[in-house]
């Protein structure tokens, strides 16, 4: 077997990083383990905690198998440090150290630098499950009440991906840093959590649903971002999370979609062509197609700003430093240095948005955010399919990229999703057309009551094509009372 496949699934940590050879490391993780069990308790999943759901733990690194279905109640989820296998012999792909062997310890220069981006992204993770921990209680079937819980065990499985880094590479302070990211709270006054849409709440399943269409796909490519690094361990955790990623984009993504599906069904059975008459729409119990496109403008405007600010020499700095790549790094021709490219960003300039170059080095994060909106416009052209099949003449769309933005060149101006350029007072009168309203809450609010019949599911959302680990359409993936 390759290096790392084998995972020890025995202790209280299943690993393959050889916690049980690693005393100091296996005690720091014990050590945080009831800290974090706590947390789990008081700011995870409200209620249901007993429940017995069909989850799927990581049990192996291979490819082929990695995962086991089965009931498990979630505070006894098996947590487990897992890293994608060594590569023999790999180099450091990008930056001033290309071509170098890959670190397997950190380089002391790098210290701060590293240990802030482990941080930035173990901060999100616990974050995302202290913002959905309400949705439990309106969840439209138990299959959407699984897939919820699924990712939010993951998501705390990927802070003890961060934690183990931090705890393994940072001695003492890594602990401090571990400690802290079971203090900081999602929306917290005093203590929030570190980036913006982190602290953003997710009132309803059509937020989270486009939270995991939008968000966790920021995490994908910021994930793919750091596999990249030529820091060995943190290249290595980010590949075997990525595995896990694509089932949070899968819920958010199919959750629209369902969504839309059923809409557009109602509204034929009932003789609606008018998308916009929203009343109507309405009254047959189902969600309106332009308040899907007023979430959707609200959580891709949230997940723009994550990428900083598009002009960053932090960015630069990471690039240089071979800690953190482009999106795909390995597969792009270039010399992987920058140093004499450019790069085009969209910049404000004398109130109009223009098209510059500028060195390519500096514009690391702009490029990101466009290797995100290449990426989830599959997905909207995918909603519209469901849309147009139907027969309903409407489409959505991506807002323009400087719309509703509170990071980097276009918060200091207001831009509506078409990319024009508003006064205030125009902003404001046309406001509740661009984002959710206050209404719109209540009325999702009120549309969201529970199903809980095995196999059945609430009026506004469509069954999933397939169950999870092809289980039937009446499989029972929670059972709340056992
Ligand atoms: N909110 O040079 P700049 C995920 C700060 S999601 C608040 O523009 P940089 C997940 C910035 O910190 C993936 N502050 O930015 C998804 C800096 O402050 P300091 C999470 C912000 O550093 C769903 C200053 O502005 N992982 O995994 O190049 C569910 C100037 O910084 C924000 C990562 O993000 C903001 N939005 O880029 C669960 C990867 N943006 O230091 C999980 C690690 C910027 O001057 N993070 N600032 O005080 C990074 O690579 C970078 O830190 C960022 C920002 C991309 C976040
Ligand atoms: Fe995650
Ligand atoms: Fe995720």
């Known amino acids: 077997m390759p290096d790392g496949i084998d995972v020890d699934y025995d202790g209280l940590i299943p690993n393959n990083v050889g916690l049980n050879a690693d005393a ?33 733990t990581a049990i192996s690194v291979d490819a082929q198998g990695w995962a086991k279905f089965g009931f498990v109640r979630m ?10 296998p060594a590569v023999e012999g790999r180099r450091i792909g990008f930056g001033r150290h290309k071509g170098d062997p ?7 220069e790098y210290r701060a630098m590293l240990r802030r981006l482990l941080v930035i992204q173990g901060d999100t993770e616990p974050a995302s499950v202290e913002q959905q921990r309400h949705l439990g209680a309106t969840a439209p079937s138990l299959y959407d009440l699984r897939n919820l819980f699924q990712v939010n065990v993951e998501e705390g499985r990927h802070l003890w991906a961060m934690v183990y880094l931090l705890q393994k590479y940072f001695g003492a302070d890594g602990r401090e840093e571990a400690e802290e990211l079971l203090r900081r709270r999602s929306g917290d006054q005093d203590t929030p959590r570190m980036l913006g849409a982190f602290n953003e709440a997710t009132p309803d399943w059509l937020s989270f649903f486009m939270f995991t269409t939008f968000t966790d796909r920021d995490g994908k490519m910021q994930l793919e971002a750091l596999a990249q690094s030529g820091f060995d361990p943190l290249s290595r955790t980010c590949r075997f999370m990525l595995t896990e990623e694509a089932h949070h984009m899968f819920v958010g993504e199919s959750g629209v979609g369902r969504i839309i599906a059923r809409t557009c069904q109602a509204m034929k059975a009932a003789g609606i062509e008018d998308a916009e008459d929203v009343g109507a729409v309405r009254r047959l119990g189902v969600i309106d197609l332009p308040l899907i496109q007023r979430k959707i403008n609200l959580h891709f405007s949230l997940t723009l700003d994550l990428f900083g600010n598009e002009i960053s020499t932090n960015a630069a700095n990471a690039f240089n430093a071979g800690l953190k790549g482009r999106f795909r790094e390995h597969t792009l ?36 955010r466009d290797d995100f909106v290449d990426d989830v416009r599959g997905g909207i052209t995918r909603w519209n399919n469901v849309i147009a099949k139907s027969g309903i003449a409407y489409r959505l769309a991506l807002p323009h990229v400087g719309f509703n933005r509170r990071i980097g060149e276009f918060s200091r101006a207001r831009i509506d999703p078409l990319g024009n350029i508003l006064d205030a007072e125009s902003w404001q009168g046309r406001r509740d057309a661009f984002l959710p309203t206050a ?44």
Request: charged share 25%; aromatic share 12%; net charge negative.
């Open 439 to 482: 209404a719109d809450g209540d009325f999702l609010h009120a549309l969201m009551q529970p199903v809980r019949v095995p196999g059945a599911f609430a009026g506004w959302i469509a069954p999933p094509r397939i169950g999870i680990d092809n289980r039937p359409g009446d499989f029972e993936y929670v059972k709340i009372h056992e």
């Open 333 to 368: 021709t270039d010399d992987h240095q920058l140093l004499n490219d450019t790069y085009p960003v969209l910049r404000l300039v004398d109130g109009a948005v223009v098209k510059q170059d500028v060195p390519a080095l500096s514009a690391l994060n702009m490029r990101l």
């Open 24 to 56: 100091r490391v296996r005690k720091a993780l014990e050590t945080w383990h009831p800290g974090y069990i706590d947390w789990w308790q008081d700011r995870g999943p409200d209620g249901f905690q007993d429940a017995l759901v069909y989850l799927r």
């Open 102 to 108: 890959a670190w397997q310890d950190v380089p002391g």
């Open 75 to 84: 505070p006894e989820y098996k947590w487990g440090i897992l890293l994608a």
